[in-house]
């Protein structure tokens, strides 16, 4: 019921965004940003057909995404990475991701580029809120665009109710 309740909010919030788009592309998109970055590279042909099936005839319009993408391109460039389609698709699913859950964890093996993926997210959100903050007379409560501070855990350092939270259970007395 999770996954339901994500595409949902996931729905209402490019809903919100816009408002005058087909709604059968917006529950397609909202589905495909919930679920793709989920699964392994095998799975992801098997999961477009099943969504073809679903969603006969309706294609996806290019996203702009305006300031950000031009400020991901720089950002990969100043780093000295090359922009490979994979690389950069991966890092819009953790943009799309963060937009509609509460937290996350990136998981993959080691040389993924699990880390520079969200380094260059981090980095590139934080020159457009600069550039933003800088060029505009924008009250601070209308500007979307926030600086991204992360705080990096090892998850054995702590323990499992210090991440996650725990119920404490009231005793009668």
Known sequence: ????RSTINAAGLLKRENPDQDETQIV?????????????????PLFKNILSDLFPGVELAKPNLGLLEQSVQNTIKELKLDPVDQFVTKIWQLFDTMNVRHGLMLVGPTGSGKTVSYQVLKD??????????????????????????????????????????????????
């Open 1 to 4: 019921m999770r996954a339901v």
């Open 28 to 44: 397609l998109k909202a589905v495909m940003d919930i679920n793709l970055p989920k699964f392994l590279k095998n799975d992801i």
């Open 124 to 173: 590139a959100i934080n020159k457009v809120a600069l550039d933003v903050n800088i060029a505009s007379d924008v009250e601070l409560e209308e500007n979307p665009w926030r600086k991204v501070q992360c705080r990096i855990l090892n998850p054995k350092s702590i323990l499992n109710e210090q991440i996650y939270g725990q119920l404490n259970q009231m005793t009668k007395e």
